[in-house]
């Protein structure tokens, strides 16, 4: 969470009674928004508070600056300070718990945090009635995933998550061909990403220096529900998605991205296995490093299968990053770029090959004689006004005329989970994972299912 903050507590309110349970807190100040999800008319302005403001955080609350940006939160000053600069009259905080205890004019939040943080701050937001943004992933693990899609129903308010190629046109164009039979059956899917563009790979153990913490840096509340470990700079302020306690990896940074158009085009919900194969591996060395394996490796590949889905055949999905890519398709020319510099998808059907860039972005058909077909099939799907940059914008209309977002957690919530359970595969390579998706349960490997669930440092919960 790049947000930072003193030590001092307000009043009689102690850290340690701060430190209490999430849900606790959250019951604490469950305080009404002034109207109503669904009640507020397009003119009404919004009040929107950032909670981690130094980043992403600003943008999406660039893209919200028709509104009232009333509060703004992060742990970490110095890298929060320009966004606190653009935005004078909103009040700051380093503690999202404080803000929303003492800020009721607060109508709803942009959580764009580290991914260990967003379920705890997610759920608090929703239980205190706030229509909530939550950046990509939507949190760390698959459990909170669901935690947040069941809280939102439960309170009803506004939900989207960060993943603006929901947005876009050519994700609709992509649904549309696919529907429409211009490539046939697809039994076959890949999906790929450039990422990542940190440092990362297993090889890599904790930092044994301990440099003293930056002023303005709060490394309790960065570190938040994970376990407690010296402050190290490797980790922050990006670095940070390389380390399990703390990110989700190349699949977490831009598998909500690419395989979006995938999972909607294709009406994936929860795969049945996945496996996944990583770079560095072998038996020996495993059994040395996986205990103490620190981050994510370097390059995977992660192949998910999906069971049937009503006229739709059984498909598996492959995922693929690190530099590695799919094969590529016949008819595609050997000096064609397959997707853009952030990844892509192809959809290999019975009569073609359809391609396209990270969001669903340019898709084409081949052969190209298809493109006749395509253009035949109508606009069956509403348009997001504004495209990918109206992402944000399709989030405050879904707050105030009470009308589901493109991306609500109904949607990004079974992709979330979709994710993240590659990630399980990746931390268990070489094992066909069998997986009840109802149940969120590994059921063919006990130490591969502890993952589904986090263990929490002593003071919090959700």
């Known amino acids: 969470m790049n947000t930072n903050s003193s030590k001092s507590e307000a009043g009689a309110t102690t850290r340690r009674r701060f430190l209490q349970t999430t849900a606790l807190a959250a019951s604490a100040f469950a305080i009404l928004p002034s109207r109503s999800f669904g009640e507020q008319t397009p003119l009404q302005k919004l009040n929107i508070a950032g909670i981690g403001v130094g980043g992403m955080g600003a943008h999406n609350l660039k893209m919200c600056s028709g509104e ?8 970490d000053q110095n890298y929060a300070a320009k966004t606190y600069k653009q935005y004078p009259k909103a009040k700051v905080y380093t503690d999202f718990r404080e803000m929303l205890e003492k800020q009721k004019d607060i109508e709803a939040v942009i959580i764009a945090t580290p991914d260990h943080t967003h379920a705890m701050i997610g759920l608090a937001a929703i239980r205190a009635k706030k229509h909530v943004y939550i950046q990509k992933p939507m949190a760390h693990s ?45 039994r076959e899917v890949h999906a ?59 699949l977490g940074d831009l598998g909500c991205h690419v395989m979006d158009a995938a999972m909607w085009a294709m009406k994936f919900k929860y795969p049945e296995s996945v496996e996944g194969c990583i770079s560095t591996y072998w038996e020996g060395f495993w059994k040395e490093t996986k205990p103490k394996m620190e981050t994510y490796p370097r390059s995977t590949i992660v192949r998910y299968n999906f069971p049937a889905r009503g006229d739709m055949p059984a498909c598996r999905m492959t995922w693929w990053d690190g530099g590695m890519m799919p094969p590529r398709p016949e008819g595609v020319d050997a000096d064609e770029k ?20 990270c969001y669903g972005r340019k898709p084409r058909l081949y052969p190209e004689s298809l493109m006749a077909e395509a253009n ?3 606009k069956s799907l509403p348009r997001v006004e ?47 994972l069998l997986w009840n998706g109802e149940k969120m349960e590994i059921t063919n490997d006990k130490e591969a299912n502890s993952y589904v669930r986090r263990t929490y440092r002593q003071g919090y919960s959700l």
């Open 338 to 357: 397959m997707g853009d510099d952030d990844g892509g998808l192809v959809f290999v059907g019975e009569k073609g090959v359809l391609i396209c860039g």
């Open 386 to 432: 504004g495209d990918i940059e109206g992402h944000e914008k399709d989030w405050i209309r879904s707050c105030k005329d009470g009308k589901l977002a493109s991306s609500n957690f109904d949607n990004s919530g079974p992709l979330s989970e979709m994710v993240l359970m590659g990630n399980l595969a990746v931390r268990n390579p070489n094992r066909l």
């Open 192 to 250: 790929w990403t450039n990422r990542p563009v940190w440092p990362q790979g297993i090889e890599v153990e904790r930092p044994k220096e301990t440099p003293a913490v930056p002023a303005g840096l709060d490394w309790d509340k960065w570190i938040g529900p994970a376990q407690m470990r010296p402050y190290h700079p490797t980790y922050l302020p990006e670095r940070w998605r390389a380390w399990w306690d703390f990110g989700t990896g190349s």
């Open 142 to 186: 698959v459990e909170e995933v669901r935690l947040l899609t069941e809280a939102v129903r439960e309170h009803k308010v506004a939900s989207q998550m960060g993943n603006q190629g929901r947005s876009c046109e050519g994700a609709r164009l992509v649904c549309e061909w696919i529907w429409g039979g211009v490539i046939g059956k697809i």
């Open 376 to 378: 035949k099939i109508g």
């Open 68 to 75: 009232n940006i009333v509060a703004l939160c992060d742990v």
